[in-house]
Structure formats: structure tokens, C-alpha cells
């Protein structure tokens, strides 16, 4: 996907351990969001920013944490990976309300064991 | 709680046929978005109907937007193989005037045979 890569890709952590997820832009989009997909669920918000240390919490936020140091790094970290956060992960950035919709990344599909 | 609910969950034609998705959404929204995902990938932004506008549309795509029953759908004319993917719409809230964060659908499966 044309400006946005998420990494890594795949990953399989053991239950407790912290994980950390990288989404990075070469677009200079204000707006950066975290999705987890799950079956049965669609795609629900973790966590968004709308600038470089603007962040807030989305509908599923417990047990994530996020940071934006810099405009085209977007950081989401499980503190202490248990199983239901099993999922595939994606990042996603906008430019606002006149740029349309958003532009995906190719996701992370996430095992905690 | 999901904003949009995709109907219907899945759907299989044949090739050549028309593809309509539906979808329904509970309160006031700035814009709705249609977005296609094939399996394995990320989702691709399709199209994007504002809440001032009736009808849209993008080569075979045709989107409707009736806010009265706060519902869209979403019209694939003359299907190919290559449309077999999963289908999400997305609301954007309205927060004044100003686009809120996408809430998406479950989304529905198409399926197009050869």
C-alpha cells in the first residue's frame, strides 16, 4: 500500500510479554488511527492521533498504548500481551476531512500464545 | 457498539450479474465510505458519498444515500471474478461540521463465480 507500511507483518508472543507495533508514512498526514480486525467484530478503533504527541483512546482501548514522536511514526504497544488481543492489526492515515478516506496498511496479524 | 451494519452478510453471483450491498447506520453523519478489502490485504477506500448528497458514482461502482432512513447501498454493475472481496461501510460522525473517526461496518462477503 502506496505510502504506509506496517511492521512486522507477523508476529507470535507469549502471553504477558510487551509487544510493540510500527506504522510509518511518507505521506505527512496529520491523522494516524490503530484498528484491530477481528471475525464477527469488523474493524474497531484502538487508538488515534491527529498530530505529533496528540493522541486519544478509540472504543478499544484497554490494554494499548500509543506515541506519535514524529508526523510519520505511529506506535502501538500491548503492554502485556494476553490472548484476546489476538488479531490483525492495522494502521491507517488521513488527511482530514477534505482528503477523502483513509489509506491502509497492509496490517500485522498478531498471536499471543 | 457498531455504527453501520452491513446487509447482506455475504452474497454470491455469477459473473456478469449486479452486486447490491446494504448498509445502515444510527445517527447523524458527516460523510459515509465504502471500502473493499481482499482477503489478506488491507481495506481500499472505494468511494465517499457527503451527508448532502444523494448519489455518487466511480466507473461500475453506484453509491445512494437516503439520510432520511439513514441507510446506503452500494451497487457493483456488471461483476468480474476480480470484485469477490469483502465490502465495509464506514460513517464519519459529525462533530460540528467536521469529520469524526471512521466507525466500520462487519462488512459484507461477495463472492463472484466465473
Known amino acids: 500500500d502506496a505510502g504506509i507500511t506496517q511492521s512486522p507483518r507477523h508476529k507470535v508472543t507469549e502471553t504477558g510479554t510487551p509487544v510493540t507495533l510500527r506504522c510509518h508514512q511518507t505521506?505527512?498526514?496529520?491523522?494516524m488511527y490503530w484498528y484491530r480486525q477481528d471475525p464477527g467484530h469488523g474493524l474497531r478503533l484502538i487508538h488515534y492521533?491527529?498530530?505529533?504527541?496528540?493522541?486519544d483512546k478509540g472504543e478499544v482501548s484497554d490494554g494499548y498504548s500509543v506515541s506519535r514522536s514524529k508526523t510519520e511514526d505511529f506506535l502501538l504497544t500491548l503492554e502485556s500481551a494476553t490472548s484476546s488481543q489476538t488479531s490483525v492489526y492495522f494502521c491507517?492515515?488521513?488527511?482530514?476531512?477534505?482528503?477523502?478516506?483513509?489509506?491502509f496498511g497492509s496490517g500485522t496479524r498478531l498471536t499471543v500464545v | 457498539s457498531q455504527q453501520g451494519e452491513e446487509d447482506p452478510q455475504a452474497l454470491s453471483i455469477q459473473e456478469g450479474e449486479n452486486a447490491t450491498m446494504n448498509c445502515s447506520y444510527k445517527?447523524?453523519?458527516?460523510?459515509l465510505q465504502w471500502y473493499r478489502q481482499n482477503s489478506g490485504r488491507g481495506l481500499v477506500h472505494l468511494i465517499l458519498?457527503?451527508?448532502?448528497?444523494r448519489e455518487k458514482h466511480s466507473g461500475r461502482l453506484r453509491v445512494t444515500l437516503d439520510t432520511s432512513k439513514k441507510s446506503s447501498s452500494l451497487l457493483i454493475t456488471a461483476s468480474r471474478a476480480a470484485d469477490t472481496a469483502s465490502y465495509f461501510c464506514?460513517?464519519?460522525?459529525?462533530?460540528?461540521?467536521?469529520?469524526?473517526?471512521?466507525?466500520f461496518g462487519k462488512g459484507t462477503k461477495l463472492s463472484v463465480k466465473p
Open positions: 491507517a492515515i488521513s488527511g482530514g476531512d477534505r482528503a477523502g478516506g483513509y489509506t
Open positions: 505521506e505527512n498526514h496529520r491523522y
Open positions: 492521533s491527529y498530530g505529533v504527541k496528540d493522541t
Open positions: 445517527t447523524s453523519i458527516n460523510n
Open positions: 458519498i457527503r451527508s448532502n448528497e
Open positions: 464506514a460513517t464519519a460522525l459529525n462533530y460540528g461540521g467536521s469529520q469524526g473517526n471512521l466507525i
